[in-house]
C-alpha cells in the first residue's frame, strides 16, 4: 500500500476512536476503497505522475480525516437499525406490552429461522474446509480454497445484516474492503491473512449448534403455549387431547379458562425471552464479526 494512504487511514482510525465498531469497519473499508479507486483513476488520466502525488491529490478531494469522521458520527445518528434495543427501550415496558413490541416478534422470528440459516452455514463451511483441504495438493487447490474463504466472509455479511434487520443490532454494511492491484497472490494471501475471515468461519460453524437450540426451545415453547391457548376448540369441537403427560386425558371444563390463560402467559413469556435472546445473540455476532 502507498504510504501517504497508509497513514491517512491510521490517521482517520485514530479520528474515529470512540464510535461504534461497525461504524469504523465501514467508514474505513469505503475511504480505502475511494482512495484506492480515485489513485488509479489519478494514474490513468496522468501518467506522469507519482503514486504519491496521485495519492495526495486524492486524498485532497477526500477530506482531512477529523472532517470525514465527523460527517460519518452525524450520518449515524440517522440511519441507526429501525428495531434497535435503545429505540425500544423508550416506551415503557409491560409484561403484556410485549405482545406489540416489533423487536420481540422479529427476535422470534430470527430464532425459528436460525435452523434453516445455521444448516446452511455449516454445510457451506465444512464443505469448504473440507474440499479446500482435499485439493491443496494440486494446482487448482490454492485458487479454489481462496475462493471459498472468499465466500464464507460474503456469507457472513449476509448474516450481519440478517442480525441488524431483526435483532436490531447495528453490523456492518459495507463488506471488507479487498485490495486490488496486488496480484493474484497478493490477493490470495490478503484472504488468508485476514481475521474476518476465520472471525466468519467461526462464526458459520458455530451457528448450527446455536440453530438447533433455538428452534428446539422457541418451536416447542410455541407450539405448546397456542395448543393451550386453542385448548377448548381442539377438545370440544375437533375432539383432540392436547395434555397425554403422564396419561392421556380430557380437560375439564372448568379448568379450560385457566389453561387459556395459562397459554396466553406462556406466549408473553415466549415473546419476552426470545427479545433476551436476541439481544444475547446480537452482542455475539457483533464480538465475531465486526473486525472495526
Avoid: C
Amino acid at each position: 500500500m502507498i504510504k501517504l494512504l497508509e497513514d491517512y487511514l491510521n490517521a482517520f482510525r485514530e479520528e474515529l476512536k470512540g464510535s461504534d465498531r461497525a461504524v469504523v469497519q465501514d467508514a474505513l473499508s469505503d475511504a480505502e476503497d475511494h482512495l484506492s479507486a480515485a489513485i488509479e483513476t489519478e494514474l490513468s488520466q496522468n501518467p506522469e505522475e507519482s503514486e504519491e502525488e496521485a495519492a495526495r491529490a486524492a486524498i485532497e478531494r477526500y477530506g482531512e480525516p477529523a472532517e470525514v469522521a465527523d460527517h460519518y458520527r452525524k450520518v449515524e445518528k440517522y440511519t441507526v437499525p429501525v428495531l434497535t434495543s435503545a429505540g425500544s427501550r423508550e416506551r415503557k415496558r409491560t409484561f403484556f406490552g410485549v405482545i406489540a413490541e416489533p423487536a420481540a416478534w422479529a427476535s422470534l422470528l430470527y430464532m425459528i429461522l436460525s435452523l434453516a440459516t445455521g444448516i446452511i452455514y455449516f454445510t457451506w463451511a465444512v464443505t469448504g474446509v473440507s474440499l479446500s483441504a482435499s485439493m491443496m495438493v494440486l494446482v487448482i487447490g490454492v485458487p479454489l480454497a481462496w475462493l471459498f474463504f472468499l465466500s464464507f466472509r460474503g456469507l457472513a455479511f449476509v448474516e450481519g445484516r440478517i442480525v441488524e434487520a431483526l435483532l436490531g443490532v447495528r453490523m456492518p454494511r459495507r463488506a471488507v474492503f479487498i485490495r486490488k492491484g496486488a496480484g493474484w497472490w497478493g490477493s490470495i494471501r490478503g484472504v488468508f491473512s485476514t481475521g474476518s475471515t476465520w472471525s466468519s468461519l467461526v462464526y458459520l460453524i458455530l451457528m448450527l449448534p446455536l440453530g438447533v437450540v433455538y428452534f428446539s426451545v422457541f418451536i416447542v415453547l410455541v407450539a405448546l403455549a397456542l395448543s393451550m391457548v386453542a385448548d377448548p376448540l381442539l377438545e370440544l369441537v375437533f375432539h383432540i387431547q392436547i395434555f397425554d403427560f403422564p396419561e392421556p386425558f380430557w380437560t375439564p371444563v372448568w379448568l379450560m379458562p385457566f389453561v387459556v390463560l395459562g397459554g396466553a402467559l406462556l406466549f408473553m413469556a415466549t415473546l419476552h425471552l426470545a427479545r433476551w435472546t436476541g439481544r444475547m445473540h446480537g452482542k455475539l455476532a457483533r464480538k465475531i464479526l465486526v473486525s472495526g
